[in-house]
């Protein structure tokens, strides 16, 4: 039964240390606006999208750093987010974006929602996993610094998907299984959703996840330097113009191949260009196909619409042939996977 679905990534361009929250918020509705003039029922917007990507700046004055965290959990209603989920509500488009999140006990989080705008509520919330980067700046002082693992702590919501309901006309609700249908409702229900963060999109342990629980879209929001040497290793010496096209190449390289192997749709939304006068960000937000294929891809550097049209069945193919998970999954050799962290050559010969 075909599930079709609209689904938009709102690129962002840069956002300064100096840049006003309200000005943000009026990018994001426009952004909004112009996806729902396409048709969009969902749109994703970048990780921490609401500030500069505020991690690659060692911070010691403390007023400034809690100025880029989001304090209040019910963000619909917070007075700096309002309007955004206001605008969802009104144009009936479910939005999903990423902040820095400091709960009311204190622990910060790399942090990514869903709202539904039918229901009017958070559906999900995910909390980043692969957090990138150090603790302490490098020490040389032209170094693009990744300091999330001094500013959050990692994730402990797991990879949980999750269905968003009223999005797709006429599907198999839970009340309505027959018994004939009985353990035949794959691929009928509401669409199932999975959010990741930047980084964790490189690692195909956070997509297996959400493909073990048949996931058909996800949905991954990042900040991504073009030019970070001191990051990724310097084995290759490359210009700033060669390092942006490379870190581009794997940002397509791990959406699409993760799709393919997950048999699932997925978008990227970027914050991109130049931030805070000196830090590029790259961009490319797609969405990619669950044949690994890029169907829309942005054109600029700035905010702009990725948007397409899917059909949600399309992840049946993948799902019930070559990745049958039931079928041809062998967990019997996987153990390693989970019992060990790092690399262990076993000693020399
Ligand atoms: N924001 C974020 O997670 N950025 C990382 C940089 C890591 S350096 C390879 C990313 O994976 O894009």
Redesign the pocket.
């Known amino acids: 039964m075909p599930r079709p679905l609209k689904l938009a990534a709102a690129q962002m361009g840069p956002i300064h240390q100096t840049s006003k929250r309200t000005d943000t918020i009026h990018r994001m509705l426009t952004l909004l606006q112009r996806a729902s003039s396409l048709g969009a029922q969902v749109v994703l917007f970048p ?2 999208a609401l500030t500069t ?1 505020f ?1 690659r700046h060692l911070i010691t004055d403390a007023s400034l750093l809690s100025s880029y965290y989001e304090h209040d959990d019910d963000l619909p209603n917070a007075p700096n987010t309002k309007l955004l989920f206001d605008e969802a509500k009104k144009l009936k488009i479910d939005i999903s974006l990423g902040y820095a999140e400091m709960t009311p006990g204190g622990k910060s989080y ?1 942090t990514s929602l869903y709202f539904s705008a039918h229901t009017g509520t958070i559906l999900a919330k995910y909390r ?1 996993i ?4 150090t603790s302490e700046p490098f020490s040389n002082p032209e170094a693009v610094n ?1 300091l ?1 693992k001094r500013y959050f702590h990692i994730g402990d919501l797991g990879f949980s998907a999750f269905r968003a309901p009223d999005l797709v006309p006429g599907v198999l609700k839970k009340g309505d299984v027959k018994e004939e249908d009985e353990g035949r409702t794959e691929g009928k229900g509401d669409p199932i959703m999975g959010m990741m ?6 690692w195909p342990e956070s997509w297996r996840c959400y493909g073990l629980q048949g996931v058909e879209v996800v949905l991954c929001g ?4 073009g030019y ?1 040497p001191d ?2 290793g310097t084995r290759r010496v490359m210009t700033p113009g060669e390092a942006e096209e490379d ?1 581009v190449f ?2 397509k390289l791990v959406m699409q191949s993760n799709s393919y192997m997950n048999s699932c749709f997925s978008i990227s939304a970027a914050k991109c260009g130049l931030e805070d006068g000196k830090y590029d960000l790259i961009a490319g937000s797609c969405i990619t196909s669950p044949e690994g294929h890029i169907l829309a891809e942005a054109k600029t550097r700035g905010d702009e619409i990725v948007f397409a049209e899917v059909d949600l069945e399309d992840c049946r193919q993948g799902k019930e042939k070559t990745f049958d998970f039931a079928r041809h999954r062998r967990v019997e050799a996987y153990g390693l996977i989970t019992e060990r962290t790092g690399v262990d050559e076993g000693g020399l010969l």
């Not at 692969?130 to 980067?133: D, E």
Request: glycine share 4%.
């Open positions: 990780e921490c990507f991690p790399n980043k692969h957090l990138p980067g990744q999330e963060i930047c980084n964790d999109r490189r990042y900040n991504t330097a970070a990051l990724w870190a794997h940002h």
